[in-house]
């Protein structure tokens, strides 16, 4: 079975800085793609980015991007010039690839982030 | 194009009861997967619909259920309500299992309280 770790319970930021979520996961599959979501207090999961695992290219979307290095299990979110909408609680996720697995998610424990103006 | 929308959006059950909680997809989402999540053991799979079949079922008891009907929506349903079922439930939708790169969209999900 595979799991997700987010080590990081808590992390903050000065508005503006750059901030590294960490993420490790644990599977004995080849191909899977891996996401980050952000949970605001409206309790939505919201996509902020996602990594297909045969893609050596780290995924970027404007101010947020990820480092996945393969070999050693890790994918880690880094969010440039923070600002104060992206507080919330971010949930790192793996999703296998094969059919049957393609719909479930296996979410870390989440890092809650708190930006500090 | 509206969202996933769940309801109700809040809910309060004694001990014993049974509840159902829904949950309509975005428009043209054939698949719907259900998660629950608590501060104690975070997200967890439930189970996914896709074309009315559950085609896949995480490890909870027999006393979670769901189906889904023609149009796509979906309903989850909870016998015999214990304490530790109070949790968010969130609903997410999807193109289809087969379409792997499409992403699963969550909606605001059912604050269940048991007491």
């Known amino acids: 079975a595979q799991t997700v770790t987010q080590s990081q319970p808590e992390m903050s930021v000065q508005e503006a800085e750059t901030v590294t979520l960490s993420c490790t996961y644990d599977?004995?599959?080849?191909?899977?793609?891996l996401f980050w979501y952000k949970q605001p207090p409206s309790r939505q999961m919201i996509l902020v980015i996602r990594?297909?695992?045969?893609?050596?290219q780290n995924a970027t979307e404007n101010r947020f991007s990820v480092n996945f290095q393969k070999a050693a299990k890790s994918f880690s979110l880094k969010i440039s010039d923070s600002q104060l909408g992206d507080a919330a609680m971010y949930f790192c996720a793996y999703r296998s690839a094969t059919y049957q697995g393609a719909q479930k998610l296996v979410f870390g424990q989440g890092t809650r982030l708190t930006i500090n103006p | 194009k509206a969202g996933v929308t769940q309801t109700p959006r809040y809910l309060i059950k004694t001990r014993g009861q049974q509840v159902t909680l829904s949950c309509s997809p975005i428009?043209?989402?054939?698949?719907v997967s259900w998660y629950q999540q608590t501060p104690g053991q975070g997200l967890q799979f439930l189970f996914e619909?896709?074309?009315?079949?559950?085609?896949n079922k995480g490890n909870f008891p027999g006393r979670f259920s769901g189906r889904q009907f023609s149009n796509s929506r979906s309903e989850m349903n909870v016998s015999t309500l214990e304490l530790g079922d109070s949790a968010l439930y969130l609903c997410a939708s999807s193109l289809a299992p087969a379409v792997y790169n499409s992403p699963l969209h969550f909606g605001n999900g059912t604050r269940l309280t048991v007491t």
């Open positions: 428009s043209g989402h054939r698949s």
């Open positions: 619909y896709f074309s009315e079949t559950q085609r």
């Open positions: 599977t004995s599959e080849s191909d899977y793609y």
């Open positions: 990594q297909e695992a045969y893609k050596q």
